[in-house]
């Protein structure tokens, strides 16, 4: 006791972090799906469908214990065209990148070729490493084991934590494990920002999950969205004033244009009507979205436009 009779404080002054984390994986693991749930907001789309994310997200959890800054990439697999290269990149540039590697797998998928590449890739980060495995609520315990013992088995992870991104199974525990990882530091961004990313390139993503949802076969792969206007209402009492946003829906071939305008534009209507109640509920004001289907031929191999969907995800000045 002090002289003045109050209690002495001796615990230990509170320990504050900030890092980033790199989310990495094959196609489909389940990235976005995790950090959405450590987020606790659906800020990446997500699908059923493999290469759902094109460009590295930044995703800010800050509390407490600090902030955590996750770098969600593309899934790391054999490019074919240009774009693909590109996300490659991305997600390869991560690994150097982070402050802690966060390697995801789904334990639904046999061991291949393509996950020894990862392995391989995360094996020159500098930083500690995590083994993810995801999807643990759709496999048995002990087909679960001798995937976990693999990965033991290479040396190269602090631990190896199988989780269930989409019911949230083992998360809380990855997350206590991702903080000790994080170094000691002050925040990395404004505590109150979610991500970096302007409202114009989740616009993108959101009409883009849209579309994911209503196409299949070589269609999801071969579309784009790129926003071509967006107009601000001008006056007072802005919440409740009309957004109007004009985007095109890119295509390389005259009948996936057919597909998605539809039998008398029903399938337009349909992907614009769904996507503009989330656009509402995203932006939290009225919305009018026009979208166009454009057809350019090759655009995945198309370096200018290819620019133009990349500079979506910063602020237009």
Known sequence: ???????????????????????????????????????????????????????????????????????DTPGIHRPKHRMNRQMVRYAIESLGDADVICMMTDVEQGFGAGEQY?????????????????KVDLISKPSLLPRIARYAETGLFEEIV???ALTGDGVDLLLDLLWGLLPEGDPIYDPGLLTIHPDRFLVA?????????ATREELPFSTAVLLEH????????????????YA????EKIGQKKILVGRKGSMIKSIGTSARLDLEDFLSRPVFLKLNVRHEPGWRENPRLLAELEGQTVSWG
């Open 162 to 164: 199988p989780v269930s």
């Open 1 to 71: 006791m002090s002289d003045s009779g109050s209690a002495v404080d001796d615990r230990p002054p509170r320990v504050i972090r900030a890092g980033t984390v790199a989310l990495v994986g094959r196609p489909n693991a389940g990235k976005s799906t995790l950090m959405n749930r450590c987020l606790e907001e659906k800020l990446a789309i997500t699908s059923d469908k493999p290469q759902t994310t094109r460009q590295r997200l930044v995703g800010i959890l800050s509390g407490d214990r600090g902030q955590m800054v996750f770098l």
């Open 230 to 245: 967006w107009e601000e209402p001008e006056g007072e009492n802005l919440e409740h004033r009309t957004v109007r946003i």
């Open 118 to 134: 990862l392995l391989d890739r995360v094996a020159e980060a500098a930083g500690p490493r995590v083994a993810v495995l995801n």
């Open 205 to 213: 993503e959101l009409i883009r999950e849209k579309v994911l949802a």
């Open 248 to 251: 095109s829906i890119l295509v």
